[in-house]
């Protein structure tokens, strides 16, 4: 495999778990030591002890069930979440699409959060100036490019969202559940540029539930179950076995 950009070393999360305060407060307080104690206690973990490495270039899926700690992954890689324990490093520009369409003003129009967005990744107004047709024709919401975000549909805000991170040079695309909620046509589109990125050396880590868009776009899949890495390796050998492993419906 070639030079690792994103490494993790026995990355385990924890996660606080809320308390409603039973009793009222006067009772919390005469029960300090304890109810400290039980707080403490009460987190919950969601990996533990995962170490793994993504190359330079490497197309990476994470699959397992809901819950399992897919998106934590991707957030501890983005750097909005910290490690409980461990260490995660990432050498890289990291494009993440985890809430496709997060960074955008509602107030906003869509040419506007695209220049915003642009600016924000590090582009000068010029370079965002020239890919704005590009990326204006390939989210393909008509004239509503012109209109506040707010007045979008969930379906537009991830179209102009995925549209604006491809355009945009990546280095390491992050993908949660990329295909959620776009349309067939949209689907295949984004699908036949994650291929591009592909091809021309990007890094991808792609998390979803749809086992053949898995297929289609990694080269290597890690399933998480149990707070561990239950398998890693080939894209088709780990899909296949995290289909067994489920009750045919
Ligand atoms: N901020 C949080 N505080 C407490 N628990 C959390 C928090 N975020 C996630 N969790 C819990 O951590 C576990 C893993 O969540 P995560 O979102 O990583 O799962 P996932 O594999 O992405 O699931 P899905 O397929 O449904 O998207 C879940 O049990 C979830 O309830
Ligand atoms: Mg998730």
Known sequence: MSAPVITFRS????YT?????????????????KAIKQI???SY?????????VGSGETLGIIGRNGAGKSTLLGLMAGILRPSAGEVEVNGRITPLLELGGGF???????????LNGVLLGLSRKAVTRKLSEIIKFADIGD???????????GMVARLGFSVAAHLDPEIILADELLAVGDAD??????????????????IVFISHSMESIRKIC??????????????????AVTGAYKNSRPAI
């Open 11 to 14: 990355v385990t999360k924890n």
């Open 17 to 33: 778990l809320y308390h409603e305060l039973r009793g009222g407060i006067k009772n919390f307080l005469f029960r300090l030591p």
């Open 40 to 42: 403490r206690d009460s």
């Open 45 to 53: 973990c969601v990996l533990k002890d995962i170490s793994f490495e």
């Open 105 to 115: 003003h509602p107030d906003l129009t869509g040419i506007d959060n695209i220049m």
């Open 144 to 154: 509503y490019i012109g209109q506040p975000i707010r007045t979008y549909s969930s």
């Open 186 to 203: 949209f689907n295949k589109k984004c699908l036949d540029k994650m291929s591009d990125f592909k091809r021309s050396g990007v890094t």
């Open 219 to 236: 080269d290597r899949v890690i399933w998480i179950e149990g707070h561990k890495i239950k398998m890693a390796g080939d894209a088709g």
